[in-house]
């Protein structure tokens, strides 16, 4: 249920409505002061991102800590470490978060759907909720229903939930005095069972790994100078290569889509898709290596003990993986890393041509 509910909300910042304009802004840090007013859409990724002023068309936003005081009249998507909507804060429509930590304290017009390790809403949502997280606490009006699938649900006393309450154990669900449920409750059927006990989910990551092991090590034996390149640019650039994966495979999306829908554009549909991915796939490589030459000690494409390198890259995909595996703010960060990655290789195409042609794969 997580995995899939994690992929719903990927699929809504991958796959958003079609726009007809948007502000594209890709920095360490990024800052909308109070009394700014953005026409259209805005697009950011940033390690720091703070927004006062306001927004007329959706906001999509990735970074490590996100700040929201002022006004968004779309759409909200947020992705980040720490995601913190302020009281001033209005969402015009839905609100989709995610985060390790979200915090709404402002009006959200619509839908509110949360996944994260702690969600804590005490702001009024004229929609539907749902959540899915570790701990989800609840504080304020809430107009339609609340889907809590969270390990622990708090209801404060100025709680009023008008539809139904839906919670995987109604029993553990902690209702101050003053909280209102006007539906009913509804015990959510869990036919899941624990990754962490499932033999077959292990040997399948284990398989996983392996094969992504031997995919780096190719890709170090064909083309240390541009791996080690890759490495260098997200050392100095990770947020700015996040922003940019997140940005092309949005844009990849939408294009594949366009081209789907005719006839003479479906082959070239059907081969940006194959390219897109593989980009996610490939994803997190750029990621193990930078890891791999930080256990080196050494630069990749510097003479090095080849078989010390095999096993550092192999703990280092490991690594991720296990990451991964994590509840909640697993799926998150290996998200995070995979478009850093994608940015980090699209930034450095030039250098992989050139790689290709002195190779002559191409």
Known sequence: MRKLLLAIFLAT???????????IQLSESFS???????????????????????????????GGEIDIWGEIKGDLIAAGGKVHLHSESTVGKHARLIGGEIISEGKINKDLN????????????????????????????????????A?????????????????????SVIQHNGAKIDGPRITLDKKHESIYFNTKYWLNLIIQIIAYWLIGLLFIYLFARLVQKNSDYLSQHFWLSLGIGLISIITAMLATIILAVTIIGLPLGLILLTITLMLIYLGQLPIAFYLTQKLLGKRIDEEHNRYLGALYLLISISAISLVGTIPFLGGIVKVLLTFAGIGTVLVQKRTLY?????????
């Open 13 to 23: 910042i991958l796959i958003p409505k079609p726009v007809s304009a948007a502000e």
């Open 32 to 62: 909308l002061e109070k009394g700014t007013i953005i026409m259209d859409n805005l697009i950011v990724s940033a390690g720091k991102i703070s927004i006062a002023g306001q927004i007329n068309g959706d906001l999509i936003a990735a």
């Open 114 to 149: 949360g996944f994260g390790g702690s969600i804590k809403v005490s702001g009024p949502v004229d929609g539907d909720i749902r959540i899915e997280g570790g701990k989800f606490e609840l504080n304020n009006s809430v107009k339609g229903s609340v889907k809590a699938d």
């Open 151 to 171: 390990e622990n649900t708090i209801l404060g006393g100025n709680t009023h939930i008008y539809g139904a309450l839906k919670a995987p154990d109604q029993s």
């Open 354 to 362: 050139q790689a290709l042609r002195e190779k002559e794969i191409v």
